[in-house]
């Protein structure tokens, strides 16, 4: 039985009822639109701001008193790391189309409308998927709405204060020749930013999804382990690309991400003893 039959099935044992494969499709089609609805209700609130949002925080990083710059410095200070004090940024940004500023607050609008409204689209999509749990899985994913929402936002700003300050510092600063400035556009830089913010976002909600995956048996705490090695240098080399070239300066990106590595496998553990005590349940019946 593939997932997508077995989802199906418990959805119609529960209190759904006996529902076809349309019907499922259209309820989710209503939970796509009220997520939508929220998106768009958050994104034109962004939009009333947009000006004020552009020049305080999206392009905050590119500002020498940037508030994760001062603090990074005095912290490098504390421990003796000059290199946190990273260097002034020498970047120009430039618009080069005629209706870039116009459609980029539009786009930019939306990116954080759906960051403020993840808390309810997430809250959609659970309202969806359980009934297809049993009750034993829902006593072990009480909460999920709110930890999903703490380990997003936490992705963001993780990735706002700390990954793209050293990202954008480096890039801009770097140079082939002292002949060649670095000069961006808007659209390549707002893209940039909105990539690192939301995928880590994203990276950050790894324990939800192994949560899962590990309930239906998909992923295993034995396979993540054996796999460790191979996700250390992945992240190693992910953190030096994205931080100057010293030590103490990867290790502020690497190691919170390996930490939930690490807590993910725990998860991940937790949920096929869950699992398996589940099944042995149901063979003594």
């Not at 659209?187 to 690192?196: G, H, L, P, T």
Request: with cysteine.
């Amino acid at each position: 039985m593939s997932l997508l039959d077995r989802f199906l099935k418990n959805r119609n044992n529960s209190e759904t009822g006996e529902m076809s494969f349309i019907d499922h499709i259209e309820e989710l089609r209503w939970h796509i639109i009220r997520s939508m609805i929220a998106i768009l209700v958050a994104s034109i609130v962004v939009f009333i701001y947009a000006e004020w949002i552009y020049e305080h925080i999206i392009t905050g990083p590119i500002h020498t008193d940037f508030i994760s710059y001062r603090w990074l410095c005095q912290f490098g200070h504390f421990m003796g790391v000059q290199s946190l004090c990273l260097d002034e940024i020498n970047l120009t940004l430039q618009n080069t189309e005629v209706s870039g500023q116009f459609l980029l607050s539009f786009s930019s609008s939306f990116t954080m409308g759906f960051i403020a409204a993840f808390p309810y689209v997430f809250w959609e999509f659970w309202k969806f998927l359980k009934p297809a749990l049993k009750p034993a899985e829902l006593k072990h994913a009480r909460g999920i709405v709110l930890w999903s929402s703490i380990l997003f936002f936490f992705g963001v700003v993780f990735g706002y204060l700390i990954l793209v300050p050293f990202t954008i510092n480096f890039f801009a600063n770097y140079q082939l020749s002292p002949d060649i400035k670095n000069i961006f556009t808007i659209k390549n830089y707002y893209q940039s930013v909105s990539d690192m913010v939301l995928g880590m976002g994203i990276v950050f909600e790894l324990p939800v999804v192994v949560f899962f995956l590990s309930r239906v048996g998909i992923l295993t705490p034995k396979l993540m382990r054996n796999y460790r090695r191979y996700a250390i240098v992945i992240l190693i080399f992910l953190s030096q690309i994205i931080t100057p070239p010293d030590w103490f300066s990867w290790l502020i990106v690497f190691v919170p991400v390996y930490l939930l590595y690490e807590g993910s496998i725990r998860i991940s553990a937790r949920a096929e003893r869950d699992r398996m005590q589940r099944q042995k349940e149901l063979m003594t019946l």
